[in-house]
């Protein structure tokens, strides 16, 4: 069964890493990308749709985090904050709106690596 995963990230490069990333899984990892919390909303206010993971920048356009969080009422599906820089009190409200956990985003590309994979796996099991 393949692990469905819904990002939320604005940044090419890092959209791109991103997947590259999950293409050499040894399990069938399907990433869908919302460029917005727009996007994001109307992805899961679609009752067929339900990703195994959730994974999200802290600064997304058009809808904040926040209100992503609110809107969507993700609480059945994990959702990991993977963001380059979050002040202290974005960070606890995230979390206290459901957000599983805040990881930061690496630098050097063996570190990113690293921090995708550790997400994915802590958060998803995968059936076969």
Known sequence: ?????????DNAADVRIIKEIVSHSTVVVTLTVAGDGEEAVALLGDSLYKPDLIITDANVPKISLPEVLRLCNAESIPVVVFSAAINPAEKAEVLSLGAKEF????VHLDAYIEAVWRMIWKWVKPTD
Request: proline share 15%; charged share 30%.
């Open 1 to 9: 069964m393949p692990v469905e995963i819904l990002l939320i990230e």
């Open 103 to 106: 990881v930061e985003k690496p």
